[in-house]
């Protein structure tokens, strides 16, 4: 009998099961910060994998709305982010923020997008984004957001 690479394997039985591959790329990438150089793109290429089988698999078709796919975006962003493929990052951002309903998840996420979107020089839209917290009312994220928008300043 022909064993099966371990890669196949890997994808054959958690293709099915995007909420083990979400937490297994989220313990993977945040050690990311323990590597440098090749090292450090090796982990993170290999959670970005995990992710994209996790988003993948968690979509729940067009149109309908998940937990989960939305969780699965938000970390494939955080991912992409430390690649520092913000471009990439920020579509995923916003899906996971429409894709979530509770408003504390939601002014979270948004602050991710915020820090995406100033590395993009996408400062009009970071500045709408800050408003969206501020107007959310959020304590956790809501103090933040008003000391960000401060910081930016007004819009030209």
Known sequence: VAQMPPAAHHRQVH????????QAANAVYTAAELYQGAERAEVLA???????????????GKGRKDEL???CQFEL???LCRQKRFD???PLYRESVAGTAD????ALRNRN?????KNLHSLAEARAVLEE?????????GPWAKAELAKLGPSP
């Open 133 to 141: 917290i501020i107007r959310s009312n959020d304590a956790n994220v």
């Open 113 to 117: 997008l915020v820090e995406c979107l």
């Open 103 to 106: 408003r504390g998840t939601k």
């Open 69 to 71: 796919h939305a969780l």
């Open 88 to 90: 990439q990052a920020a």
């Open 15 to 22: 293709a099915g099961q995007p909420v083990l591959l979400r």
């Open 46 to 60: 290999m959670a970005e994998r995990m992710l994209r089988t996790a988003v993948k698999g968690s979509d729940p």
């Open 77 to 79: 962003a955080n991912v």
